[in-house]
């Protein structure tokens, strides 16, 4: 059932002119909020609209005086480091409102055998 699901409806990347999945391409000095993260905020094996950062957005951009577009620069596997590495190279290029960031939980906390 669930398999038939998907196979009926299949999960669409789509990346923008640098190769985001993001549906904003993007454009110099534009006012936007950046989301970084792993897989988890590129969405893989979700559709973008069910993404924390894309509901997230959405929800900050209800309120007309908030709009901004949808930066999503994270990548699939990226550690903190190449994620910085990510901000570093796009923060100057646009005008950045906010920046949102997700890391996994366990990287956060001690581990426990």
Same mark, same amino acid.
């Given at each position: 059932?669930? %398999?038939?699901?998907?196979?009926? =409806?299949?999960?669409?990347?789509? +990346?923008? /002119?640098?190769?985001?999945?993001?549906?904003?391409?993007?454009?110099?000095?534009?006012?936007?909020?950046?989301?970084?993260?792993?897989?988890?905020?590129?969405?893989?094996?979700?559709?973008?609209?069910?993404?924390?950062?894309? %509901?997230?957005?959405?929800?900050? =951009?209800?309120?007309?005086?908030? +709009?901004? /577009?949808?930066?999503?620069?994270?990548?699939?596997?990226?550690?903190?480091?190449?994620?910085?590495?990510?901000?570093?190279?796009?923060?100057?290029?646009?005008?950045?409102?906010?920046?949102?960031?997700?890391?996994?939980?366990?990287?956060?906390?001690?581990?426990?055998?």
């Amino acid at each position: 059932k669930d %398999l038939n699901y998907y196979l009926d =409806n299949p999960i669409v990347y789509k +990346h923008n /002119n640098y190769g985001y999945r993001t549906p904003y391409n993007f454009k110099k000095g534009d006012v936007v909020d950046i989301y970084l993260g792993c897989s988890f905020t590129v969405g893989v094996g979700q559709p973008l609209d069910d993404t924390w950062s894309f %509901l997230l957005h959405n929800k900050l =951009n209800k309120h007309e005086k908030h +709009h901004t /577009n949808f930066v999503n620069l994270a990548q699939g596997g990226e550690g903190i480091e190449n994620q910085f590495r990510q901000l570093i190279n796009w923060v100057d290029f646009f005008k950045v409102k906010n920046i949102f960031h997700y890391h996994p939980y366990k990287y956060l906390y001690p581990q426990h055998p």
